[in-house]
Each structure stands twice: as C-alpha cells, then as structure tokens.
C-alpha cells in the first residue's frame, strides 16, 4: 500500500463516518502514524441523506473529502480501500489493494440495511445508507412520475405514483415529511396533468408507535404532525412480499407503490477474520474501553460495536452520538494504552434525539425537556449546520434550506443518473 | 405520450438546450401548445461542465429542471423521451415513450462529441457533452491519483497521474487550466506522498495555435497563460493512437496519461428520418428562418443547423450564441408563418467569446475591443452566472467560486459513483 513504515506505532482505523473520523481527529499530535481506510474517498452526513433523495440539497454539500481533512495533520495516510480480511494472528489487514500490518486496529465499519434475510425485498427496495443510494431514491421518483405521466391504467398510476416507507424510525419519519412537502407544494406545480390525490405516502412500522426510541409523546406529536400533511401511517405492519409493484403485509393487506424505501432497520458490518467468542448477534463485543473481546489491540467503535453491560444489556444505540463519544474516548485512550498508563471507561451521554418533520415542525429530545413544532425545528437547524464538516458546505446548506423555505420549493428535482434495476 | 390533443397549434421542440429552451420560453403568450422532448429532466449549462469535472462546483448549481421553468406557462408540456426517427410525411415524432403528431417541429438536438470515426478513441477517451460525463472525468481523475500511491513503477505512476486533453478550443483550454490549478493548489496538500512534478497536463491541438476561432493575440494570450502555469501545449499535434496508457501522435511521440479528455469536436446530433436533401456534412441545411430545406413546417436550430449563405459559407459557429438567437427569433417567426406573416430573416450577432484560464486569468472578445487577464476574468464571472437559470444556482455558484477563490481550494474532490469502463 505504499504506507512509510512507522517511527510511531500505527493506528489502522476501518471506516471514516463518525466514529473513524471523530477518532482520527483526537489522535493528531498524539504521535501516531494514523492510516484510514474507507471505500469512498470522503466523509458523509447520514443524517441529511433524506434530503439529498428528496432534492433539497446536493451530494457535495454533505461529503467532504478525507484528504482535505489530513492534508493538515502529518503522518496522516488516507486509503480508497474495500477492507476483505482482518488477520488478527497476523496483525494484518487484508485489502483489495493490498495487505496492512497494524499496531492498533480501530474496526469502525458502522452499520447496513438489514434486510432480515428477505431477498426479494432486498433486491426490490431502495435502501439508503450512501450518497449514491440516496441518489437513486431522488431519481426513481422522479422518472416514475414521468411514467405515471405515460399511462391510463388507473392500477399502473396508482403504482407508480405510491411511495411505501417501511420504517418509522427518524429515517423513515423525515423521508414522509419531506416527501409529504414535495407532493403539497411542489408536485402538483410540476406535473398539472397528474392528479396529485392518487399520489400516496404510506408510512409502516412494525411497532405500535413511531419513533420508539424516543418518548411516547414525541412519538404522538410526530404522528400528528405526519397525519395534518396527509401521510398514510400504519403500525402494526409488516411488510412481508413486494413484487416491485405492490407490497403485502403480514396482514395481508395490499398497498401499490413501485417505489418501497426500507428504513426498517440496520445491522452491524464489519469485516471477516474475527474469532467468533468476539461478536454476538451481529456486533462486535467490547469491554469498557472499545476493546474487542479475545483481542489485543484491536478496537471497535460506533454502530459496529456492542459495549454490553448491565446499564446497557444490547449495547448503546446504533447511532451518531455512541460513535462519536467512543471515536473521541478512544484516541485519548490509545495514548494511556501506548503509555502504560490506565485507560478511562466509557460512559454515554445521551445528548439527546431529534427529527424533522416538515417546515416549522420537528421534534427534539433534550435532557430534560422536550421541544416541539417551530423552536424544535430550529434546533435541528442549528445542530445539523454545526455537525457539518467543511465551511464551504455549511453556507450552501443554509443558503439551500433558505432558498427552500422561502420558495417552498426544492431545484433539484433531477434524474443525473437514471436509477436501473 | 398522454398530451392532450392541442385546441391551439403544436409546436414540438426536440431539446432543451440553450436553443430549444429560449425558443420555448419565446412562445410563451403566443397561443401555441409547446411540447419538449429531451433526454433529461433539466436544461444543463455546458459553458461550466469543466468546472464540475474539476471539483469546482456541483453538477445541480449548473442544472435546472424543465419542469420547473414549465410550471409558470400553461398549455406546455415536457416528457422525458429519446427521439428515435422523425416522420415528416405523417408529421409525428416517434419517441421511445410513443409517437407525437405536430404542426410545427423543432430540431434543437445540438451537438455530440466527434471522435472523426476512431472507435479505439471513442472507447478510451472521455468526453464532455453531459453532465454525467463531466462527473465520470471528476471521479477517474480522483481513482487514477488514488491508485498511483500503490505503485512503485515509475511508467505506471507516469501514466496513472498523466493527463492529455485533446482539443484546444475553449473547453479544453478551461479544463487545462483548471487542471494545472489543481495540480498547483490542492493536489500536493492532498497527495503529500505523490511527486506533483511527475504530473503532466498536456494540451494538444491539431491546429498552429489554440482557440483558433479567437484572434491570434487572443491565441497567444492563452497560451502564454497556460504555459506559465505549466501546461505541456503542443500544437499542430494529431492524436492516432491510444490504449489506455499511453497516446501516440501523428507524428509518432508517446505522452503517458491513464485519462485522455477528448475535446477535439462536435459533431450536429439529430435523430433519422430526413431526406438526404435536408442535410450535408452532417448538418442539417436551413433557410434564413431556419425551415430546414425541402420541408414543410420543420425547423432545425443551433448546432445541428446549418444557414449556409455567402458571408456564412459553413453555417454559424456552434457554440451557444447562435443557438439562443435562432431560438429567439424563431419564437417570433412561428407566429409570423402561423398568420400568415412574412418572417424576419435571422442575421447573426457576434457577442463575442470569452475563455477563463485560471484565478483572474482570461481571455473575452467583444465587439471592437479585447479584454486580457484580471478584468477579462471578472466579465467572464459575470456574464456566467448572468447566464445561468435559476436564482438558487445563481447564489451557490457565486459562493462556490468565492470559496473556490479565497481559499485556493476546490472541495467536491469526491469520488460519489466511481468511474467504470
């Protein structure tokens, strides 16, 4: 891989979302030779990926690419890489572009779309876990409107004009909101020779409410909100066969929608080559300092990684906020490691929780106090434009959002590249 | 194609560029129906598709859906559609969306890119007449600098970081010295382990001086520019050879250059169905109201027209300026030949060109005088983004290029859909 070999010892860390790249941060000048590995060659925003699919902002404005970010540090290395193997006996990692011997392995590979082993679904839904993932999302809705345009079959018009969510998590609840927008303020506008009522926004959940992870009156508020802008929510339902015209639910109820977005759910990913004592239930187990059980020298952080204990009996939530708290304890804790010195347990502050749901309405867990409707929203703004990397991006972010809600409108309305199956 | 039969005449456009737009927007209020058929869902501003290839702006900031500019008009219509032959005795457009009957018919297809009939180039080269492609030309300038860090081979990593243009009208004199910008301000923060010396930009054109459509000062202004920022010009160079890794010329030198941009010419693009007498040199022949010769209500605009006449023995220069005229007037005109006026023959009025060359580095014609360096840049910039449709593109591209310029950075070095052959 064409890495100097170290004067200081070696950080390999597999992933640069929030975890890998928080870490990567706090290990500058701690006298590390510091090597990420990612796929892709930047960092991007999870948390605006439903805006990105829905035309109100551009891919750019949520990336920012790795090199910029080292191009400050030094003894910093960034390789474009698919991570195949981890050689733990070998204290190597095995790549597609060749192998890397670490001294400290930092596993920070985040988490996928589960699927819970449906093929059909799998091969027939729109899952949204990358920039490019949620570029095929803003594409196919749009050229299925285009083809709605192009039939007077009323059953092929409702398909292609039905959008399902599967997922009422803050995923699935900002996607409806601001697909409920689109089809409000923005659709009929576009398309007058479609009659917008056929066009239906199914909301499921397999739970009895929506965002179970945050309290039940924030899971009520966000219903109501999501009910006022005309969304179909459904709870209670699973969805078990899609043949890429209409779904069935376990139920046996029958909804049309060639297009189905799976927020339903994730699972960890990491790479192959762990001994099996060091994962359960499909995450990495870790002790108190991110350490994988039956390791040495090896960490895992973020969504990948289950720091089990009596407080938290499935681990913390597969979340930003877990993956970046972990990213930051750990850099300093590979310092006390190196040294000799005793490492600081983990302890998880819970920051809070917040989702969007529409102009002037979102709903925001704090410690403490909940916020609801405008003042929420305007604290998912501020939070969100703060959490993004780069100047440049968070000036086109808010210009975007400004033009947005002054206009009520979203430009970016464009099939770049048409989404084939 | 679901449009309803016209109570006003049809006049169907094929295109959205700077040609079938203008004349689209011209009909507005005058009691035709306005059907436009395009590849896309947006009208794309090509004078910048240089600058999304080289990180500098994203490719919506340059892109504006048609459906967004149709929703103030009514009785217009857009339908995504590939025009696969033209029916001039049935009078219909058959597309691969349907057939469409018109009364008037527009030809606005513009131009693609002539590789002069070399399949070997035409597969290895990359063009730049999209938007997609300008992305393809991002992305594999980012892999090639990725995968020269992993070798060792000197002729590979030459090879890998080599970059030959080929053309040197005003895209290729842009996209050189963007590229030779790059290679000075971000490449060597960003790739502190590759040897930037090793990185050549080579420009090559087949004629005795670049931007041959300019004056010679003009010609010799660009290249005194571009040398001192260290582009390799060679002129009166013709490429015949290229297999990936390396060109070979005419005259029988060999560059390395793992990316070869292909902008050595346009060829007019239009669909089949016309008579051998409606076209030459593959141009579609029109009269001075752009009624394309030996038909019957069926006009040809920008590009692919040619008005051949004494002072224009080869027809107009296909560029933008042309095009947005014949749009316009044709506008008129269909209203004149609809009430049986006699139409305004169209008369070309040079507006000048102008090429940007780098940070207050360009090159403007004007009628009756030239403006070199920092005061041609600022016209350039200005008439650009007067250009452009689209108040959002409009602020984003203006701070895109603030940022751009007070940073020396470029921040959309990103790899979103990897590049395959």
Redesign the interface.
């Known amino acids: 891989?064409?890495i100097?070999s170290a004067k200081n010892q070696r950080v390999v860390i597999i992933g640069g979302g929030f975890g890998g790249l928080n870490l990567a941060k706090g290990l500058r000048n701690k006298g590390f030779q510091v090597v990420l590995l990612d796929r892709?060659?930047?960092h991007a925003f999870q948390p605006l990926f439903y805006q990105v699919a829905t035309a109100g902002l551009?891919?750019?404005?949520i990336?920012?690419?790795f090199?910029?970010i080292f191009?400050k540090y030094s003894d910093y290395?960034f390789?474009?890489a698919n991570v195949l193997r981890i050689d733990t006996s070998a204290r190597t990692v095995n790549t597609d572009?060749?192998t890397l011997p670490y001294d400290y392995l930092v596993i920070a590979t985040g988490a996928t779309t589960n699927f819970f082993g449906n093929k059909q679904l799998e091969q027939l839904c729109m899952p949204m876990k990358s920039?490019?993932e949620a570029?095929d999302i803003r594409s196919l809705m749009?050229q299925n409107l285009?083809k709605a345009?192009?039939?007077?079959n009323a059953d092929d018009k409702d398909s292609l004009m039905g959008i399902v969510i599967v997922g009422g998590g803050p995923t699935g609840v900002e996607l409806a909101g601001a697909l409920a927008e689109l089809k409000k303020d923005i659709l009929p506008?576009?398309?007058?020779?479609l009659d917008m009522r056929v066009m239906d926004i199914h909301l499921l959940d397999s739970n009895d409410r929506l965002l179970k992870a945050m309290s039940e009156k924030t899971s009520a508020k966000a219903q109501e909100a999501l009910l006022s802008m005309g969304v179909d929510i459904r709870l209670g339902t699973r969805v078990t066969d899609y043949d890429g015209k209409e779904i069935t639910t376990k139920s046996g109820e029958k909804l049309r929608a060639a297009m189905v977005i799976w927020a339903a759910g994730v699972k960890a990913a990491y790479p192959d080559g762990l001994p099996t004592e060091s994962t359960s239930s499909g995450r990495i187990l870790v002790d108190a300092f991110n350490r994988v059980k039956g390791l040495d020298q090896v960490f895992a952080i973020g969504d990948c990684a289950a720091m089990i204990s009596e407080e938290n009996p499935l681990g913390h939530p597969m979340m930003a906020q877990p993956a970046l708290q972990q990213g930051a304890l750990l850099a300093d804790n590979l310092d006390r490691f190196r040294n000799g010195q005793q490492p600081v347990a983990f302890h998880y502050k819970n920051l809070g929780a917040m989702a969007t749901i529409g102009r002037n309405k979102a709903v925001t867990e704090l410690p403490g106090f909940n916020l609801y409707g405008w003042i929420a929203w305007v604290a998912w703004l501020f939070v969100h434009v703060a959490k993004l990397i780069?100047?440049?991006?968070k000036?086109?972010v808010m210009?975007?959002w400004a033009?947005n809600y002054l206009?009520h409108?979203r430009?970016?309305?464009?099939?770049?590249?048409p989404f084939k199956r």
Do not use: W
Not at 189 to 193: E, G, L, T, V
């Open positions: 891989m064409n100097p892709h060659n930047y551009e891919p750019g404005s990336a920012y690419p090199r910029k191009s290395y390789r474009m572009i060749g920039i490019s570029l749009l285009e345009l192009l039939t007077n506008k576009d398309y007058p020779d780069g100047f440049r991006n000036i086109v210009i975007s033009q206009s409108s430009d970016l309305r464009l099939i770049i590249r």
